[in-house]
T-cell receptor, first 116, second 111 residues
Framework: GAVVSQHPSRVICKSGTSVKIECRSL??????MFWYRQFPKQSLMLMAT?????????EQGVEKDKFLINHASLTLSTLTVTSAHPEDSSFYIC????????????FGQGTRLTVV | EDQVTQSPEALRLQEGESSSLNCSYT??????LFWYRQDPGKGPEFLFT???AGEEKEKERLKATLTKKESFLHITAPKPEDSATYLC????????????FGTGTRLTIIP
């Protein structure tokens, strides 16, 4: 299947700082990528849809000023958690459709964010 | 609003003991139903996509089936390495390609 790479896999940051998470499609171009959040023993919740060259679409209840998404190229989307607080600690996962416009969704390895 | 309910929440089986996981769904126009496997601390690994009622797909010891209301993931003669959380998700024709996930079934295969 298609490969989606996410970096870093784990990050610990101090409260009030910002953290950037990268999501790359390694062997295909992704005009659309998706960012999810997963709390322990809970399902994946879609945070936002990232569109190459345009603004991201955020799900209801997700603060767009806190979770900044940039999709500057066809192979890279980034999620920046700004002014992170302990309640932002979670597992963040990105995905991309392959082929473009298809139904198959492939996920990155996930990023465990811990805010102390 | 699309909804996905998975049962059971957790399942413990002896190695070789076959069973089935259930995924019940409601969706406004099913574009696809997806099964994923997720290991602890990892992202979901794609297993299957089913598109229409009556469709079946197989991969090694796993077989997924689909009706108009639910999907089953059948596990035949499982091995310890099949232990994982299995996630079900649906995609609607009327959404923005988003997937709606269930909470998963945590499967443990005991040697």
């Amino acid at each position: 299947g298609a490969v989606v790479s996410q970096h870093p896999s784990r990050v610990i940051c101090k409260s009030g700082t910002s953290v950037k998470i990268e999501c790359r499609s390694l062997d295909f171009q992704a005009t659309t990528m998706f960012w999810y959040r997963q709390f322990p023993k809970q399902s994946l919740m879609l945070m936002a849809t990232s569109n190459e060259g345009s603004k991201a679409t955020y799900e209801q209840g997700v603060e767009k000023d806190k979770f900044l998404i940039n999709h500057a190229s066809l192979t890279l989307s980034t999620l920046t958690v700004t002014s992170a607080h302990p309640e932002d600690s979670s597992f963040y996962i990105c995905s991309a459709r392959y082929p473009a416009g298809g139904t198959e969704a492939f996920f990155g390895q996930g990023t465990r964010l811990t805010v102390v | 609003e699309d909804q996905v309910t998975q049962s059971p929440e957790a399942l413990r089986l002896q190695e070789g003991e076959s069973s089935s996981l259930n995924c019940s769904y409601t969706v406004s126009g099913l574009r696809g139903l997806f099964w994923y496997r997720q290991d602890p601390g990892k992202g979901p690994e794609f297993l299957f996509t089913l598109y229409s009622a009556g469709e079946e797909k197989e991969k090694e010891r796993l077989k997924a089936t689909l009706t108009k209301k639910e999907s089953f993931l059948h596990i035949t003669a499982p091995k310890p390495e099949d232990s994982a959380t299995y996630l079900c998700a649906v995609q609607s024709f009327f959404g923005n390609e988003k997937l709606t996930f269930g909470t998963g079934t945590r499967l443990t295969i005991i040697p």
